[in-house]
């Protein structure tokens, strides 16, 4: 299967700093990724859809100006959680679909804001 | 009504025996249909695939779609210890603004006992 590398794996951050997590796919291109979060014991909810060269589409109820997303090249996306608060404390997955069928995953970012 | 249902369990089955995963779906124009195994503190790993009625068997594993129903299942035969985890079912939702949006169900916890 296709590979999507998530970086970092886990981080710990201070309330109102912003993090920065990247999503990238290292055997082939896309134009699309997906951001995902998902609360303890809770299923994934898809947060935006990163468009390469284009804004990114957000689901409804999440903060475009919370959670920046960059799709700068057909390799990288990221995500970018501003002045970030307790509760945005989440599992965050990013994942591609290399042939517009399956998706495949990232290893996921812990952010724990204190 | 969620657009993809899953009973969340657990489900408890002992060591050897069949698991039996189900998932139904509200939109009957979906296309496309996927399981996935999530391990605790893991992002998903893609175990099967269905697109057509019918059933699609892959080693210990058995997909089966009925799109009349709108229900599709997964079978785990022999099952292992090391096949406890929370199974996320997930269909491809229609084309919206060109992207193909990944639809998770909230997952089964299956616990397999020896």
């Known amino acids: 299967g296709a590979v999507v590398s998530q970086h970092p794996s886990w981080v710990i951050c201070k309330s109102g700093t912003s993090v920065k997590i990247e999503c990238r796919s290292l055997?082939?291109?896309?134009?699309?990724m997906f951001w995902y979060r998902q609360f303890p014991k809770q299923s994934l909810m898809l947060m935006a859809t990163?468009?390469?060269?284009?804004?990114?589409?957000?689901e409804q109820g999440v903060e475009k100006d919370k959670f920046l997303i960059n799709h700068a090249s057909l390799t990288l996306s990221t995500l970018t959680v501003t002045s970030a608060h307790p509760e945005d404390s989440s599992f965050y997955i990013c994942?591609?679909?290399?042939?517009?069928?399956?998706?495949?995953f990232g290893q996921g970012t812990r952010l724990t804001v204190v | 009504q969620k657009e993809v249902e899953q009973n969340s369990g657990p489900l408890s089955v002992p060591e050897g025996a069949i698991a039996s995963l189900n998932c139904t779906y509200s939109?009957?124009?979906?296309?496309?249909f996927f399981w996935y195994r999530q391990y605790s503190g893991k992002s998903p790993e893609l175990i099967m695939s269905?697109?057509?009625?019918g059933d699609k068997e892959d080693g210990r594993f058995t997909a089966q779609l009925n799109k009349a129903s709108q229900y599709v299942s997964l079978l785990i035969r022999d099952s292992q210890p090391s096949d406890s985890a929370t199974y996320l079912c997930?269909?491809?939702?229609?084309?919206?603004?060109?992207?193909?949006?990944?639809?998770f169900g909230a997952g089964t916890r299956l616990a397999v006992h020896p």
């Open positions: 269905i697109y057509s009625n």
């Open positions: 994942s591609a679909m290399p042939f517009l069928t399956e998706a495949f």
């Open positions: 997930a269909v491809k939702g229609p084309l919206s603004g060109g992207y193909n949006k990944l639809i």
């Open positions: 939109d009957r124009g979906s296309q496309s």
């Open positions: 055997d082939f291109q896309a134009t699309t």
């Open positions: 990163s468009n390469e060269g284009s804004k990114a589409t957000y």
